[in-house]
């Protein structure tokens, strides 16, 4: 069973330019969350899809922002990219809503790294 | 003050040594997940507690809801255990929190 597929690994954009991120989840799981990580931040919370539908959003501006499709694969987009946007994206699926970081019923995908230059 | 404080921040450790993280944390929750990170970036979760103890493995982790506290154990550690370990809490809004995270090296 494939695990959770985030696409590209490795990113560098402009600053001011945009940016999209994909995330498939593993077969069957219809919860993807996203989050960002960064050396001073740590890692917060973005957002949270299930069936097509933002459930939960962090305290993030409205440059970030996502959608999920009809078979679950997420995408988060970032516009109007700043240096301090540089970080590392994971995002975690799930089955259900609420079991986003449920025990082991949560799978992380490896992240894509995002540099702002 | 951050809402989730783990301590140490860095823990080095020689081979077949107990280690304890330590958690705490300051909202309401509904639940508590302790998370691995290997470097390269890849997360696993190892535990979700809303109350008690659960152990997999080598693995313990304890929560005390009056207390606001949570402890990861690891019995007999070994290099291969060495990577970020994180504290989250689901918090009664809903969203999740996140501890700084505690660096784990255990040497040979």
């Known amino acids: 069973k494939a695990g959770v597929t985030q696409t590209p690994r490795y990113l560098i954009k402009t600053r001011g330019q945009q940016v999209t991120l994909s995330c498939s989840p593993i077969?069957?799981?219809?919860?993807v969350s996203w989050y960002q990580q960064t050396p001073g931040q740590g890692l917060q919370f973005l957002f949270e899809?299930?069936?097509?539908?933002?459930?939960n959003k962090g305290n993030f501006p409205g440059r970030f922002s996502g959608r999920q499709f009809s078979n679950s694969r997420s995408e988060m987009n970032v516009s109007t990219l700043e240096l301090g946007d540089s970080a590392l994206y994971l995002c975690?699926?799930?089955?259900?809503?609420?079991?986003?970081?449920?025990?082991?019923?949560?799978?992380f995908g490896q992240g894509t790294r995002l540099t702002v230059v | 003050k951050n809402e989730v404080e783990q301590s140490p921040q860095n823990l080095t450790a020689q081979e077949g040594e107990f280690i304890t993280i330590n958690c705490s944390y300051s909202?309401?929750?509904?639940?508590l997940h302790w998370l691995q990170q290997h470097p390269g970036g890849g997360i696993v979760s190892l535990f979700m507690?809303?109350?008690g103890k659960k152990k997999h493995g080598r693995l313990i982790a304890t929560i005390n809801i009056q207390e606001k506290h949570s402890s990861l154990h690891i019995t007999a550690s070994h290099p291969r255990d060495s990577a970020v370990y994180i504290c989250?809490?689901?918090?009664?809004?809903?969203?999740?929190?996140f501890g700084a995270g505690t660096r784990l090296t255990v040497k040979p």
């Open positions: 975690a699926s799930s089955l259900e809503y609420r079991d986003r970081l449920a025990g082991t019923e949560a799978f």
């Open positions: 077969s069957g799981h219809r919860s």
């Open positions: 899809y299930f069936s097509e539908t933002q459930r």
């Open positions: 909202v309401g929750i509904s639940a």
């Open positions: 507690l809303s109350s």
């Open positions: 989250a809490v689901r918090s009664l809004r809903d969203d999740m929190r």
